[in-house]
């Protein structure tokens, strides 16, 4: 293993987790003390739930890994000494070709087909990211529920969340309910559109949508999603200047190599360029739910939001890809450059995080949004 993939496995297991990164290694040396974690484990193998599970960018050396083209992989990092991250990690990658015999080397018959490791792995390789609501929504909905810890999520956050949901599903309240519905029934339509039981609730809708029971809890589940990264939307927007302006401004500390004086420039270009993009891509797909949603609930008009329902599951993929990403550098450059302190970083390690930006964005290059229907 070379120096700077040494280098970014340490910066790695050191942050927090972030919507690319599971970072399980770094919640129990954080959370030692914790004793649910013990009591409700994210994963049953030891080595497994003290591990790095990451989205990661297929390089174009590891395309022969797998039968069948991916641009986007779940990569499971297992430290080979996990008190010292500098000996290095063996890793694989969900879906690839000698997967089930390797993952038994590194882990045993924990993760063989139908165990229930190898379940939640399956589950979580279907999320676009890590976003801690979605990602605990999507294990508890099918039956895993590992301690809240894992997941990060404050009281605050899931207020925040839980009012700006409400704000959301006003106008369908009043379509179904009538003005005399108000804040209590829009706090019950939270709850049900919030709970793993949402896909047994909202009959009516079904019924007027005409959507199969598949189509429908897909869509609805997706929908919650769009919801979700809304608000992230919401809350990353006065973050994003910020840190892009720090981005732009940081200069390393001490002398530069040939390559970071060469890179480093570019680096910082490109990726303000692709933040400017996934941006750009994210409030587009928001606006085709915004516009299906007003087509249902102010035009009386359930076609629109219908085909939103159909698409939703394509659409939140890419909306989670593009969002995640962005989510990503904001949370660990905020680890990485705490407010009120200097931003002092060497020339190879500014080259490392830049690097590490620009794959988590590379898919912009190559991709397009996923298609999308007016309303």
Known sequence: MNDRTVRSLVALEKSASTARVLNLVATHRKLAQDDTLAEKPFFQNKLLNHGIILKHRVRPHERELFSQPRATVTKIMAPIDGADLRYGARFLMMGQRDFDQAAEQMFGHMLAPGQPDREILDLIDELPSFD??????????NGFEPARAYFAITDADILRMQAFVREEV???VK???GESGGTQAASKLVEKLLSNTVDNSFGPLKETLRLSDKD????????RGFLYYKWVLSELTPLLGDVLVELARIHPRGPQTPDTARYLPAGRARIEGLVTKAMEGVNTMITVYDKAYRSLTQDGQPVAFRDFLLS???MFMSLGEQTGAVQHILSFWRYRFPLNRPALATPEELMDIFLDFEDGLAFLNETVAAPVKAA
Do not use: I, N, T
Not at 132 to 141: D, S, V
Not at 216 to 223: H, I, T
């Open 170 to 172: 006003m106008a369908l």
């Open 175 to 177: 379509l179904s309910s």
């Open 132 to 141: 801690p609501f979605l990602l605990r929504e999507h294990l508890k909905r």
């Open 312 to 314: 939703a599951p394509e």
């Open 216 to 223: 429908y809890q897909d869509g609805v589940f997706c929908w």
